[in-house]
């Protein structure tokens, strides 16, 4: 069936050292893929998302490439800042209606 | 625009009581979730309406959980009787029906307490 794996947390980085949040998928047809944040006692805010293959999506310093033939969408950020600190979660949206996520992966930004 | 809007923030109630969640979708969103988070499981999707019509209520725990939609603008998801197990974030999301990409909106979440 259709999922989403993400990369197992927490992952600990000092300030301005590089992030790379691993996520693959599997999905039957052409999904749209997505990477959320949540920050402590908030809801899930769009970070960025890929429609179609080989799109990027950017936002905030934070892209990921839409990669069909290996069926990723890994998040990175050159520069982490303690600000980032939250959990990330991948997801995948199939047809109208259908959203799968992942489990979130934490992540802490130390000063 | 305002965005879900979900109510209350919190609550803490005690085991056997009825607890009623609310949540205003964003206005012209024609889809409606519920989604319960917790450490153990993650996000779980409980339900999702359509133009108001429940589509699939599959993820809804038990028959002490139900949810409404009167109007476009209104949902709620209530528990009876409450249960400790049912302690958890209970987030109500909103999107279009339109377009591939469509994003799926969070509300800030409804953080329930049963003791």
Redesign the interface.
């Known amino acids: 069936g259709d999922s989403v794996t993400q990369m197992e947390g927490p992952v600990t980085l000092s300030e301005e050292a590089f992030l790379t949040i691993n996520c693959t998928y599997t999905a039957t047809g052409?999904p749209?893929l997505?990477w959320?944040v949540q920050y402590p006692g908030?809801?899930?805010?769009?970070l960025l998302?890929?429609?179609?293959a080989d799109d990027k999506g950017s936002n905030k310093g934070f892209e990921a490439t839409y990669r069909k033939e290996t069926t990723s969408f890994h998040l990175e950020k050159g520069s982490v800042q303690v600000s980032d600190s939250a959990v990330y979660?991948c997801a995948l949206?199939i047809g109208?209606?259908k959203?799968i996520?992942g489990?979130?992966t934490r992540l802490k930004v130390l000063a | 625009d305002a965005g879900v809007i979900q109510s209350p923030r919190h609550e803490v109630t005690e085991m056997g009581q009825e607890v009623t969640l609310r949540c205003k979708p964003i206005s012209g969103h024609d889809y409606l979730f519920w989604y319960r988070q917790t450490m153990m499981r993650g996000l779980e999707l409980l339900i999702y309406f359509n133009n108001n019509v429940p589509i699939d209520d599959s993820g809804m725990p038990e028959d002490r959980f139900s949810a409404k939609m009167p109007n476009a603008s209104f949902s709620t998801l209530k528990i009876q009787p409450s249960e400790p197990r049912d302690s958890a974030v209970y987030f109500c999301a909103s999107s279009e029906s339109q377009g591939l990409g469509n994003t799926i909106y969070f509300g800030e979440g409804s953080w329930l307490t049963v003791v």
């Open positions: 052409y749209s997505f959320y908030e809801g899930l805010q769009l998302k890929a429609t179609k979660f949206k109208t209606y959203y996520f489990t979130g």
